[in-house]
T-cell receptor, first 114, second 108 residues
Framework: GAVVSQHPSWVICKSGTSVKIECRSLDFQATTMFWYRQFPKQSLMLMATSNEGSKATYEQGVEKDKFLINHASLTLSTLTVTSAHPEDSSFYIC??????????FGQGTRLTVV | GQSLEQPSEVTAVEGAIVQINCTYQTSGFYGLSWYQQHDGGAPTFLSYNALDGLEETGRFSSFLSRSDSYGYLLLQELQMKDSASYFCDAGNNRKLIWGLGTSLAVNP
């Protein structure tokens, strides 16, 4: 299957700082990528759909000014958590797909804001 | 609206067979996918059903009935490593619509 690489796998940052998470499709081009967050023992929650060359589409309740998404190329999407606070601590995962059958996930990023 | 329902927890013993059911309500349904997620890891794809019937992949099989908006994942010859969360997805256009997941515990 296709490979999606997400970096970093974990990060600890101070409250008020910003953190950038990268999601790369290594062996295919992804015009669309998805960003999710997952709290412990809960399901993935879609945050936004990242579209190459255009603005991301955010789900209801997700602050677009806080979670900045950039999809400047067909193989890279970035999620920047701005002015992070402890409540932003979570597991963030990106996904991309080539068809309507299977989503390929990055390894996930565990963010801890202290 | 869109929703999926799965059992929250299932417990079984090694070597047993387990069936995890999923009922869904969604617009623009393409098919039903199943993913496995171990604690601390990313989800991995298990199977996809676009048509009614049973799809078999090794120890795992998945079933879909579009008329009943229902599907299930069947795990056979359970192993300890199968202990994980299992999610059904009835998404469309690559936008996953997840159930809350079923936590499977496999005991010796």
């Amino acid at each position: 299957g296709a490979v999606v690489s997400q970096h970093p796998s974990w990060v600890i940052c101070k409250s008020g700082t910003s953190v950038k998470i990268e999601c790369r499709s290594l062996d295919f081009q992804a015009t669309t990528m998805f960003w999710y967050r997952q709290f412990p023992k809960q399901s993935l929650m879609l945050m936004a759909t990242s579209n190459e060359g255009s603005k991301a589409t955010y789900e209801q309740g997700v602050e677009k000014d806080k979670f900045l998404i950039n999809h400047a190329s067909l193989t890279l999407s970035t999620l920047t958590v701005t002015s992070a606070h402890p409540e932003d601590s979570s597991f963030y995962i990106c996904s991309a797909g080539q068809a309507n059958t299977e989503a390929f996930f990055g390894q996930g990023t565990r963010l801890t804001v202290v | 609206g869109q929703s999926l329902e799965q059992p929250s927890e299932v417990t079984a013993v090694e070597g047993a067979i387990v069936q995890i059911n999923c009922t869904y309500q969604t617009s623009g349904f393409y098919g039903l996918s199943w993913y496995q997620q171990h604690d601390g890891g990313a989800p991995t794809f298990l199977s996809y059903n676009a048509l009614d019937g049973l799809e078999e992949t090794g120890r795992f099989s998945s079933f879909l009935s579009r008329s009943d908006s229902y599907g299930y994942l069947l795990l056979q010859e359970l192993q300890m490593k199968d202990s994980a969360s299992y999610f059904c997805d009835a998404g469309n256009n690559r936008k996953l619509i997840w159930g809350l997941g079923t936590s499977l515990a496999v005991n010796p």
